[in-house]
């Protein structure tokens, strides 16, 4: 099977928006934790005081860790009214909770009461521990770097002091996923990774783990041919690529090889170039697969004038005038991100999006729509 990347340069508008929104925006995401900080505060404050749930049959857990597990689910029965599927729900949600603590036979089983109450009882039984854990057909790999991944998602939620671990099924089939893309991220493209199996020992409280790995073969990049009107030359371009292609071949790192180019033009004035890269493994020779660049670069482009729409206090002069020195220069986007942060950085907008639209003659003339920030008031008293 051929991989193909396609990228075409168009406008960089888009690029200079959203860098724009994530300069004025930066406590957004700030406000969104505050928000859910609060909403997860007043769903604890209710879970610790519902009377409309009881456990019973907890050792592990005390009763306000069990509520608090299930804040969201009491939070939506007080809300709404207890049903049995909702009751279903707690119960399930109340299971995951301990299987994620090691505790792979638990069993939750609900009753609703009188007087619409819930009653959750819980057969907590023994709580199993991660023991040993043994990679089946890594040859090429360490076990140890592969038990990083495999115990990735259970370490998340313990810390790297923690000299042992429970033993979290689900973790183990994640784990498993992970194991599976870092082998492909080492050019490993055939790899197998089977489901993780586990041995439970009589009576042990110890799980062992087996994870049997088909490795096949590891790929690297080989021929790298170069056409179309490269203007530079192969060996110049191979130089913007070359710390890809040391590395094992992977399709990541094949969808790069347009981005590296493709800045590589751009920043010498060749505004609309088109860089295609195409691998194909089905070809490789003793692990070495060759890539196809097709490279069209157009013409050089030039500045051409400025335009400026959106102001409302502020007169179109003031931000037309940081750019009018570029008119007959050579295309930039480095020159256009360097304009851009300094206006960003004066506090002045909120939005600052700067679209070079080609003309005649190859031209590229700056549409610039700005949004003002609001007007500091400051006060004496």
């Given amino acids: ?151 990735g998602p259970t370490r998340e939620r313990y810390s790297r002091l923690e000299k042992r671990l429970p033993f979290v099924a689900a973790d183990m089939d994640e784990g498993a996923k992970l194991v599976q893309r870092f082998y492909v991220a080492e050019g490993f493209l055939d790899v197998v990774v089977d489901p993780p199996r586990s041995k439970f020992e009589g009576q042990s409280p110890e799980v062992d783990v087996v994870v049997p790995i088909h490795e096949g073969r590891q790929y690297f990049f080989g021929h790298i041919a170069f056409s179309g009107q490269t203007v530079y030359g192969a060996e110049a371009l191979r130089g913007q690529i070359v710390d890809l292609l040391q590395r094992p071949y992977t399709d990541v790192r094949v969808e790069d090889i347009p981005r590296r180019l493709q800045a590589y033009y751009k920043a010498r004035g060749y505004y609309d170039v088109k860089v295609e890269a195409t691998g194909a493994p089905e070809e490789a020779v003793n692990g070495r697969v060759p890539v196809q660049i097709v490279i069209s670069p157009g013409p050089v482009y030039h500045f051409d004038g400025v335009t400026v729409n959106g102001l409302q206090r502020l007169h179109p002069s003031f931000v037309a005038k940081r750019f009018t020195r570029l008119r007959g220069k050579t295309y930039s986007p480095d020159v256009l991100d360097e304009r851009f942060r300094t206006l960003m950085k004066t506090g002045l907008f909120n939005l600052l999006q700067i679209k070079p639209v080609p003309v005649d003659g190859h031209l590229l003339r700056l549409d610039i729509s700005a949004e003002e920030a609001k007007s500091k008031e400051f006060g004496f008293w």
């Fill in 1 to 151: 099977m051929r991989y193909r990347v396609l990228f075409s340069v168009g406008s960089v508008a888009l690029a200079f928006e959203v860098t724009a929104q994530t300069a004025v925006d930066v406590v957004r995401p700030e406000e969104q934790q505050r928000e859910r900080r609060a909403v997860v505060k007043e769903q604890e404050k209710r879970a610790k005081h519902a009377s409309i749930i009881e456990f019973r049959g907890q050792q592990a857990f005390q009763d306000k860790e069990l509520r608090s597990a299930l804040k969201e689910e009491i939070a939506t029965v007080e809300d709404f009214g207890l049903t049995p599927a909702r009751a279903d729900d707690l119960a399930f949600f109340l299971a995951v909770f301990y299987r994620k603590h090691g505790y792979a036979k638990v069993n939750v089983r609900y009753v609703i009461e009188s007087g619409n109450r819930l009653r959750l009882d819980i057969t907590e039984g023994p709580r199993f521990m991660l023991n040993k854990v043994m990679f089946d057909g890594n040859t090429r790999e360490p076990a140890d770097k592969l038990f990083e991944y495999l115990v």
